[in-house]
């Protein structure tokens, strides 16, 4: 089906917002697949917070051209589905590696975090990302002594305060 210009356009200008909310993009190659398995898919992709859409790579270039995610370019070949993270880095990759678990004809061929083009053969890692909870909750792991002390100290302070003061009083 031919579009017109300005569903081109407008196909572009969503993109080019998509892409600048997203933390990365993965790309796969999806021959073969039918319509409900993609379905299915988009539907993993709602409920983990991935923007998936197929796109005419020609349009994707011009939509990514002048955003973090331009390096992935030269990997736009093919009939290509997208996947945005918008929550977690990780996201799409995550959803791409999970669901090619139970359906071989979907292939990762690309992912970016808008620091270089990665290869397929980084989709466990870029995957393996955490979430922004999971991350702040490691954070706070590693703050957890420290802080305890830190917490204790604070409560200490006002009966040291008080025994210096009753100290400076009694000199007096």
Not at 71 to 83: C, E, F, Q, R, T
Not at 89 to 103: H, W
Not at 132 to 153: I, M, N, S
């Amino acid at each position: 089906m031919a579009l017109g210009l300005v569903a081109k356009k407008e196909i572009v200008a969503e993109i080019s917002d998509v892409a600048s909310k997203a933390l990365s993009v993965a790309v796969a190659e999806y021959r073969g697949m039918e319509v409900g398995e993609l379905t299915a898919l988009r539907i993993k992709a709602r409920e983990q917070g991935v923007y998936i859409r197929v796109i005419r790579n020609t349009l994707a270039k011009r939509a990514l051209a002048e955003s973090k995610f331009a390096d992935i370019d030269s990997a736009l070949v093919g009939p290509l589905i997208y996947g945005f993270s918008i929550d977690a880095p990780g996201g799409a990759a995550r959803l791409f590696k999970d669901f090619s678990k139970t359906n071989n004809k979907l292939k990762v061929t690309a992912l970016t975090l808008g620091s270089g083009l990665l290869g397929p053969e980084k989709l466990d890692a870029v995957a393996s990302l955490p979430t922004r909870d999971e991350a702040l909750a490691r954070l706070l792991a590693t703050f957890k002594a420290p802080v305890g002390k830190f917490v204790q100290t604070i409560n200490e302070v006002p009966s040291k305060f008080a025994r210096v003061l009753a100290a400076i009083k009694e000199t007096k």
